[in-house]
């Protein structure tokens, strides 16, 4: 079992930043590729970010593209997810998760943390 503990989250003004992490608990995060999802009230959850399990490819959703940027650190088992320009459609719960492929169907990934809320104000 691989357990994910979101963090980072929080109120902030539209055009300010936020970094979110997640901590894997398992020796073998390095063989996980890790996603990031978001989930807004009313609507289904959809894709964010994903990187592959050395880092070495990322894919992003049209949406954040330029803005977010992920990175992970497998010495420390954590991802990030570096968000910038933030708007108030970016105010959803957004949620790790970590799987065999860096992809953008959530039904892929095996494994998913508790969600860490972030609400941009305008």
């Known amino acids: 079992q691989v357990q994910l503990v979101e963090s980072g989250g929080g109120l902030v003004q539209a055009g300010g930043s936020l970094r979110l992490s997640c901590v894997a608990s398992t020796r073998t995060f390095a063989n996980f590729a890790m996603g990031w999802f978001r989930q807004a009230p009313g609507k289904e959850r959809e894709f964010v970010a994903a990187?592959?399990?050395?880092?070495?490819?990322?894919v992003y959703a049209d949406s954040v593209k330029g803005r977010f940027t992920v990175s992970r650190d497998n010495a420390k088992n954590t991802v990030y997810l570096q968000m910038n320009s933030l708007q108030p459609e970016d105010t959803a719960v957004y949620y790790c998760?970590?799987?065999?492929?860096?992809?953008?169907?959530?039904?892929?990934?095996?494994?998913w943390g508790q969600g860490t809320q972030v609400t941009v104000s305008s």
């Open positions: 998760a970590a799987g065999p492929f860096a992809v953008i169907d959530q039904y892929e990934y095996d494994y």
């Open positions: 990187i592959t399990w050395n880092g070495g490819n990322t």
